[in-house]
């Protein structure tokens, strides 16, 4: 997803992914909206990225690794803070 074949480079997939700026605030708003509001994306939202000259493979491409990157990060979120739970169970003795 992130290196092979698409319409946008393997950089901006990557910055995507991790959530950082484009340099341009019509993306920047859509990536943002779809990492951490995905029900919030609307026809506008779309029409708004088609007029400032996305195309559909690239606003696919937008929408997947936005996706792909949030649920990456909220993955490993929730692994870190239950090996941190594990870690402290462990450590007291407690099994809940």
């Known amino acids: ?52 000259g996305w195309s559909e493979d690239q606003i696919f491409e937008l929408s997947v690794t936005a996706a792909f990157g949030a649920a990456s990060q909220r993955l490993e979120a929730g692994l870190h803070a239950l090996e941190a739970a594990t870690r402290s169970s462990a450590a007291t003795g407690r099994v809940d």
């Not at 997939?13 to 920047?28: C, K, M, Q, S, W």
């Open 1 to 52: 997803m992130l290196d092979g074949p698409g319409v946008l480079s393997p950089a901006l997939r990557r910055n995507v992914f991790e959530g950082r700026p484009l340099g341009d605030p019509v993306a920047d708003r859509y990536v943002e909206t779809v990492r951490r509001h995905a029900y919030k994306v609307v026809d506008g939202t779309i029409a708004e990225l088609r007029a400032a």
